[in-house]
Structures are given as structure tokens and as C-alpha cells.
């Protein structure tokens, strides 16, 4: 039987995690390879890296990051922010990345999404949907949140399923950073709609939290803070979904 | 000994090089390359794929030469030979991803989409899922039975031999996950990708 993923965020900026886990026995607590190695060693599905480098001149360190961990991590590796073009996603590939996630991009230029899942394969395609409630519905954001775009995230969803995505990595904007918990609504709606697999982010504080992103019909669960502040190590999420008949692998 | 990756344009390969390299260290050379002599002298070859099944054939069509020479090696010289993911499924004689597209037929069955009963399971079958092995396969040597593999695909490898299979994994139905048939074997899963059990899996083909 297919199990629920568990997928550690870090954020990396210049090539250095930002908010990295606090462990005394690491040598270099800013190296993402090394935090990315405890993540997968600790049992996590999947590593996402989210680049938020911000100055241009600065991007090209996101490579070398990607490179260096795919020669020490042996479990599938996102990296998204900042991706822009075929060529963006074609450069990370080639440096070991297995999947890469577009945000701004696929929404300012659907044929992104399409160009890039038939050369590479939808299963390497990832679209991040960061979306906010906005009365009765859901829209979404661009530019890390700062956009508003006035586009209906379950209509875009959609969109972006037929565009070739392979998966749909849903933010809420609403919940991110408070702790309080997934968008659960949110993530009900949207994967409830489309039949490409839905990973929840944005909102964790608890491990029932990430119960509750399984429940909404999420096919993984993303978590940045919980693990980065080491409140919980992967192993334990796992074993609490385990303790709540929640199909994990352990 | 020396063991070929083919590198034809079939998408990312360089998880499967980290992972081969990671394994060999310096017992084993391994070579990436579509040029046909290195892959006749050697010892072993890996097939990787990803993308379409048609993407993958037409990229294998594309290298003059480059379809004979694998036949050759696998077939008439009885060499092992490793396929992955799409890898895996060319092996067939036919595949129906985009089009109707002919396979090598080294294994003789077809490729379709993997049911996904009205909506009731998500394509492409994506995460880790435990297989089922089924026979005593040589790239199972030390892998327990239930063992979690990464999986990625929407297609299936349906073989008209029910004999080749070696495992299946469950995912709207009992998908062939692993063949081996003599001197060939393919896992649908990415064994790359499988963390410590997964680079046991590639181990196990080095020390064949």
C-alpha cells in the first residue's frame, strides 16, 4: 500500500539554511546537504529545499547545494523558488534535483508547466499553489506571497493538472507561520478536485496537525518548523501517524 | 569491471549516477555514455528512463546504432542489464503513453495506464510503496519481503509471462514492479531513489 509522505522544508538562502536544526553534534549547522542527510537519515520521504535568495548575483548557489546533496541524500529531492524558465528547471535537474517547483512562473506563463513536463516528465514537474481566502474562495499569489493575482486557486489547480503538473504543492498564505494547523478546507477542496497528488504545507505546529493534512486527502504533508526548531525529529512524526492507523513507511 | 549508465537523452539521469557511483566506489567503474563500443565491452548496463514511454524510445531511436547494440548485448550475448522506470517498461513489445509506440520486445507484453478506478487513486502512483516479491529474484538477495521502494509512474509493464515477474506492489491493483527474466531485470521503482534499501538493490546487479 501506497504511504503518506513526510516532506521536511528548509529554506535556503546564499546556500545556507536559514532557520536550520539546532543540533549539537553538527559540524557546519548552516550546510544544507548536512541538515538534508540528518532529515533523510532520520526517515524522511523526501527533502524540499526552497531557495530564497533574493539578489540575483547570489542565485547560482542553489546549484551547488543541489549537486553536493544529491551525491549524499538517496531519497527524492525538491527544490523549488526562483524557477523561472525550461532552462531553470533543466539546470537543476542536471545537478541531481528530482523534482523542481514552479510558483510565479507556471502562473505567468502556463506553457512553462506544459514545455517542461513534456521534456522532463510530469512526475519531475511540481506547481506551488500559495493560496489566501478571499470570501467564499481561494486565491492565489505570486512572488512569495506578495502578488495578489485575483486567479481562483481550485480553477488554476485544474489548470495546471491539465497543463502536465505531476503534483500540486498547496500553501495557504492564511496559515503559514501561525502553527495553528493546515488550511484543511483548502486542502480538502483542491485535492478533492484534481487526480494529481496534493502535498499540504503551511501551518504545522502540532504532529496532529499533519494527521489532519492526511485526513484532507493529501497524499504528503510538508513541514518546515517543527522539524527545524527539532521540536519533533521525523521518526517521531511518523510514529505518532503510525499510532493514528495512518499509513507511513518506518 | 566496467558498467555502463546509457546516457540517450531520457531525462534526469543524475540521481541514478550518484546512487551507481555511491555504490561502486572504486570497485567498479562506471562509465555514462551512448557510445556503442564502451557499452559493447562492458560488463553490465543500466538502463534509465524517464518521461514518456515514446520520449525514451525515440531518444534511444535517435542514437544510430544505439538499439542494435543494447539488443545485442542483452539478447544475443545474454550481458546483464539493469532497466528503471521507463527503463523497465521498453523492455515490452509495445507502449501506449501519448501513442501507440513499439517497445524493444526483450520481454514480450504491453504497456497501459495503471487504472485509476474513476478517480478513486491519484496518478502518477507517486511515494513509497511496499513490494511484494514473488520470486527469489538475484537484485533481492538480503531485501526483506513488504521492503518500501520510491515509486513514480502511471504506466504499468503488463508481461505476457506471468513467470518474469519477480515483485508487484499494490496501487489500485497488483502492478508489476520487477522483472527478471535470465539476464534481464527491471524495477519499475526507482532503486536510486530508496534510500539504503534501494542502494542494496543496485549492489546486489553490481555483484551479479
Same mark, same amino acid.
Given at each position: ?39 533523510? &537519515? ?28 544529491? +551525491? ?85 489547480? @485544474? +489548470? ?13 498564505? &492564511?496559515? &503559514? ?8 478546507? @483548502? ?47 521525523? +521518526? ?15 | ?5 546509457? /546516457?540517450? !537523452? ?7 549516477? !550518484? ?23 562492458? /560488463? ?17 531511436? !535517435?542514437?544510430?546504432?544505439?538499439? /542494435? ?137 553490481? !555483484?551479479?
Amino acid at each position: 500500500m501506497l504511504k503518506n509522505r513526510i516532506i521536511p522544508c528548509l529554506d535556503v538562502k546564499n546556500g545556507r539554511v536559514v532557520k536550520g536544526i539546532n543540533f549539537v553534534d553538527l559540524k557546519d549547522a548552516g550546510d544544507p546537504v548536512e541538515q538534508a542527510k540528518i532529515y533523510s &537519515d532520520g526517515g524522511a520521504d523526501e527533502i524540499c529545499f526552497l531557495d530564497i535568495t533574493a539578489s540575483n548575483e547570489n542565485r547560482d548557489t542553489i546549484y551547488d547545494v543541489v549537486e553536493r546533496t544529491s +551525491k549524499n541524500c538517496f531519497v527524492p529531492l525538491t527544490v523549488g523558488g526562483g524557477v523561472r524558465s525550461v532552462e531553470d528547471i533543466n539546470k537543476l535537474l542536471n545537478c541531481g534535483a528530482d523534482k523542481v517547483s514552479i510558483n510565479t512562473a507556471a502562473v505567468q506563463n502556463s506553457e512553462v508547466v506544459v514545455e517542461s513536463s513534456k521534456k522532463f516528465g510530469s512526475q519531475c514537474i511540481v506547481v506551488a499553489i500559495d493560496a489566501k481566502k478571499n470570501g467564499e474562495n481561494w486565491e492565489i499569489f505570486t512572488h512569495g506571497g506578495r502578488n495578489s493575482t485575483g486567479i481562483n486557486a481550485i480553477e488554476f489547480a @485544474l +489548470k495546471m493538472e491539465n497543463c502536465g503538473a505531476g503534483e500540486l504543492l498547496v500553501t495557504s498564505m &492564511d496559515k &503559514d507561520g501561525t502553527q495553528s494547523g493546515y488550511d484543511i478546507e @483548502l486542502m480538502k477542496i483542491i485535492s478533492s478536485n484534481v487526480n494529481i497528488p496534493v502535498i499540504a504545507s503551511g501551518g504545522v505546529g502540532t504532529l496532529d496537525h499533519l494527521a489532519e493534512g492526511i485526513k484532507s486527502g493529501a497524499s504528503a504533508v510538508l513541514a518546515a518548523s517543527i522539524f527545524h526548531y527539532g521540536t519533533y525529529s521525523v +521518526k517521531e512524526a511518523k510514529q505518532y501517524l503510525a499510532s493514528k492507523d495512518i499509513p507511513v513507511r518506518i | 569491471m566496467n558498467v555502463t549508465i546509457v /546516457d540517450y !537523452n531520457s531525462g534526469n539521469i543524475s540521481s541514478v549516477i !550518484n546512487s551507481f557511483k555511491e555504490v561502486a566506489k572504486d570497485k567498479v567503474n562506471i562509465e555514462v555514455t551512448s557510445d556503442l563500443k564502451k557499452i559493447k565491452s562492458s /560488463d553490465k548496463v543500466v538502463l534509465p528512463g524517464q518521461g514518456s514511454f515514446k520520449s525514451c524510445v525515440d531518444a534511444l531511436n !535517435n542514437i544510430s546504432g544505439l538499439v /542494435d547494440t543494447l539488443t545485442e548485448f542483452a539478447i544475443a550475448n545474454k550481458k546483464p542489464l539493469l532497466g528503471i522506470c521507463v527503463g523497465l517498461q521498453m523492455f515490452a513489445d509495445i507502449g501506449y503513453e501519448e501513442t501507440e509506440t513499439k517497445g524493444l520486445g526483450w520481454v514480450s507484453g504491453k504497456v497501459s495506464k495503471i487504472d485509476n478506478q474513476n478517480g478513486k487513486y491519484k496518478l502518477p502512483h507517486i511515494g513509497w510503496n511496499q513490494i511484494n516479491i514473488v520470486k527469489d529474484g538475484k537484485i533481492f538477495k538480503d531485501i526483506e519481503n513488504n521492503s518500501h521502494m520510491y515509486f513514480v509512474h502511471s504506466y504499468e509493464f503488463v508481461p505476457k509471462d506471468r513467470n518474469v515477474i519477480s515483485a508487484t506492489t499494490n496501487y489500485s491493483s497488483n502492478i508489476v514492479c520487477s522483472v527478471e527474466k535470465e539476464n534481464i531485470f527491471g524495477t519499475q521503482f526507482h532503486p536510486e531513489k530508496s534510500d539504503k534499501i534501494g542502494l542494496k538493490i543496485i549492489d546486489n546487479f553490481l !555483484n551479479l
